[in-house]
């Protein structure tokens, strides 16, 4: 018998699907950056692509990002706890939540700080990055006491 979807029988499918795609996309770009390795991660992202940080600081270029980190961090690892993709404006949004630890340049260390990281991921490209941070009230207590 020749039977439809409707008649009760399991399908099995193997096709991945867009999300899954925008999720590996913004995890393959985490790891390059990670990597140190410029290239592979600006491969990833759509010409005129920006990156926004917390207080509003906007980079056209993953060199001019790195010179800021490397303007206020000594040290920085970033862990990532959950990815998630949903539908947005102009393609898909992946969401990427975790913990910041490292050194500020003062020397000050710093850990179990909570970020997110913002990727839109459009026609197959990382078109724009916002991220997050509670690391302002981490260097507002350090630097009170």
């Known amino acids: 018998m020749t039977g439809n979807l409707g008649d009760g029988r399991i399908v099995v499918g193997a096709a991945r699907t867009e999300r899954a795609d925008a ?13 140190r390795d410029v290239a592979a991660a600006a491969a990833m992202m ?10 509003g600081h ?3 270029t993953l060199e001019a990002f790195a010179a800021f980190a490397a303007g206020r961090y000594a040290e920085l690892r970033k862990q990532a706890d959950a990815f998630e993709a949903c539908e947005a404006a102009g393609g898909l949004a992946v969401y990427v939540r975790g913990t910041l630890s490292g050194t500020f340049t ?3 260390p710093f850990g ?7 990727f839109l991921v ?8 916002d991220t997050w ?5 981490i260097r507002t207590g350090a630097a009170s006491t």
Not at 133 to 137: G, L, V
């Open 23 to 35: 999720i590996d996309l913004a995890r393959n770009w985490l790891d390059a950056v990670w990597r």
């Open 46 to 55: 759509a010409p005129g692509a920006r990156i926004t940080v917390s207080g």
């Open 58 to 60: 906007q980079f056209a």
């Open 106 to 108: 003062d020397g000050t």
């Open 112 to 118: 179990t700080v909570r970020w997110c990281d913002r």
């Open 122 to 129: 459009a026609q197959g490209r990382i078109a724009d990055i």
């Open 133 to 137: 941070s509670d690391i302002a009230e």
